[in-house]
């Protein structure tokens, strides 16, 4: 396995995921793991990741230089080049021409980390600081106009440096640098894949729990889904599902869920109607943060009067992704910003009665993808879109309430019939609609009407870390507008939302 070392690069995440393509395990960690957590892991290299600050200012991250002991091959991106040639004995300053977006790499050696790259090649720079001296050993192996330090390497040491992002498309030889990496010089072997991930994990799952009892939050979901079927076939009969119907579901939810894993897939399901139990908690509350972590709090006290119910449960089971983490990074104690909780991960209150088991965390939302297929689920269940944790209560800006849940699900309603009479549903990664607290001034029948307004989202992406809007046929857009204004009462106005992730997040809230 590879171990990444987050310093809060908006790459960090496209990295692992580049590793992986190579079929190459890896995780991503802070910088304040452990040395012995680190030697635990038995990683064959280290990459250590970009990131937005100076390596030199008050507080800048840092791993313990231990690392650069342990006879492991270490690749620097960006800030990490930095931190290295800081830690052994170099020179970091901040350079008179800084360097974002495309630059021409000059390629001095072609040998180990550059094998097989071009001597001219494209690449992309995203910094402000650069190197002023070179730690004793390190050998200049690339260089670009404005820097003459593009990339460097210690032979004796394994030790390498690139100032520029090989994670990103726009660096032409990237993926051969990473594979130069892992293959040539860590000496990885091609052994992830999801058949490995399946066998590995149903024995890890089987360690933890021993003979206990796990408890799942089932929300039909494509994430809780797959994490169900997984731990069914470790545990069986252990597995008990609790399926909670929070009050803002999309019509239909609960009949479909209870349909499928009760009689279907014959897993133990338990159901909790809670509704008007999340809807008295969230009357009045119009922050999103707070919509989620009051939604995450119940979630949980429901979870532990199910337990109750339930002989010897000892464990709680989620379907945490990898991006529920990166995005939550204060989950991580990393030095990446928190872009908003997730869920599965903000909502936890500091003291459980249940222990976590989470077989998904360390997964893209692709992979649980691929992973759901090798565990035999249906298309209808693994390519289902996502559907966030907090439900319809994030995608209605400003309070909740039964009568604006009703609105916005009609709206839902055919917004998804209209996808799939297009045939795009599977072709898009999300569609749905949003509620605004806006009104606006309306005809309808030679009558003046004030009513709501609702937005539609539709973005194309391949794991939700970026995303760009879709551009939806007009025909397919007048039609579902005619029908959401003709057949929802109190809507009488839709836009559509043109923005990308980023700057942009996939939901409103």
Same mark, same amino acid.
Not at 62 to 84: A, E, F
Not at 93 to 107: D, N, T
């Given at each position: 396995?590879?171990?990444?070392?987050?310093? /809060?690069?908006?790459?960090?995440?496209?990295?692992?995921?580049?590793?992986?393509?190579?079929?190459?395990?890896?995780?991503?960690?802070?910088?304040? %793991?452990?040395?012995?957590?680190? !030697?635990?892991?038995?990683? +064959? @290299?280290? %990459?250590?990741?970009?990131?937005?600050?100076?390596?030199?200012? $008050?507080?800048?991250?840092?791993?313990? !230089? /231990?690392?650069?002991?342990?006879?492991?091959?270490?690749? /620097?991106?960006?800030? @990490?080049?930095?931190?290295?040639?800081?830690?052994?004995?170099?020179?970091?300053? /901040?350079?008179? $021409?800084? +360097?974002? @977006?495309?630059? +021409?790499?000059?390629?001095?050696?072609?040998?180990?980390?550059?094998?097989?790259?071009?001597?001219?090649?494209?690449c992309w720079m995203s910094h402000g600081d650069t190197i002023g001296k070179l730690p004793t050993g390190f050998v200049i192996t690339a260089t670009t106009e404005n820097t003459p330090v593009a990339a460097a390497e210690d032979v004796k040491h394994n030790f390498y440096i690139l100032q520029f992002h090989p994670e990103v498309v726009h660096t032409s030889a990237g993926k051969k640098i990473l594979a130069n990496f892992l293959f040539e010089i860590c000496h990885c072997k091609k052994s992830w894949s999801m058949k490995s991930f399946v066998k590995h994990t149903i024995a890890e799952i089987r360690q933890q729990v021993g003979d206990g009892k796990v408890i799942l939050g089932l929300s039909g979901g494509v994430d809780s889904s797959v994490a169900a079927v997984l731990l069914h076939r470790a545990i069986g009969r252990q597995l008990t599902c609790v399926f909670v119907d929070n009050g803002v579901l999309r019509a239909g939810e609960a009949e479909r869920v209870i349909q499928m894993f009760k009689k279907h897939l014959q897993i133990n399901l338990h159901f909790s109607r809670s509704g008007r139990l999340f809807l008295s908690k969230l009357k009045g509350v119009t922050d999103p943060e707070k919509k989620r972590k009051i939604i995450g709090r119940t979630f949980i006290e429901i979870f532990d009067q199910e337990a109750r119910k339930i002989k010897n449960v000892k464990f709680l089971a989620q379907g945490t992704l990898y991006p529920d983490l990166i995005e939550s990074r204060s989950a991580f104690g990393g030095p990446s910003a928190v872009i908003k909780s997730h869920h599965n991960v903000g909502g936890l209150p500091k003291k459980m009665n249940l222990q976590l088991v989470e077989p998904l965390k360390h997964l893209f939302k692709d992979e649980v993808r691929l992973l759901g297929k090798e565990l035999g689920l249906a298309d209808d269940v693994i390519l289902r879109q996502p559907f966030p944790g907090p439900g319809l209560a994030i995608r209605i800006i400003g309070e909740v309430t039964a009568q604006r849940l009703s609105v916005l699900r009609k709206a839902d309603t055919i917004l998804i019939e209209e996808i799939r009479t297009a045939n795009l549903y599977y072709k898009l990664w999300q569609s749905f609609t949003v509620l605004l607290p806006l009104k606006s001034v309306g005809i309808m029948g030679d009558q003046r009407t004030y009513e709501n307004i609702v937005a539609i989202r539709a973005v194309n992406s391949d794991d939700a870390m970026t995303a760009d809007w879709t551009r939806l046929p007009q025909e397919l857009l007048a039609r579902i507008s005619t029908r959401i204004i003709n057949e929802v009462r109190g809507i009488n106005r839709v836009v559509y939302d043109i923005s990308s992730k980023p700057p942009s997040t996939i939901e409103w809230e």
């Open positions: 396995m590879i171990l990444i070392i987050d310093f /809060g690069s908006q790459y960090n995440q496209l990295i692992a995921r580049r590793v992986r393509e190579h079929h190459v395990y890896c995780q991503i960690e802070p910088p304040n %793991i452990s040395l012995a957590a680190i !030697k635990a892991l038995k990683p +064959e @290299g280290i %990459i250590l990741s970009g990131g937005p600050a100076s390596i030199y200012s $008050k507080g800048a991250p840092r791993v313990d !230089k /231990g690392i650069l002991k342990l006879g492991i091959p270490v690749l /620097g991106i960006c800030y @990490g080049l930095h931190y290295m040639v800081d830690s052994l004995g170099g020179k970091v300053i /901040g350079s008179s $021409k800084r +360097e974002y @977006g495309f630059a +021409e790499l000059l390629v001095k050696s072609q040998k180990r980390i550059f094998s097989g790259v071009n001597k001219k090649t494209q």
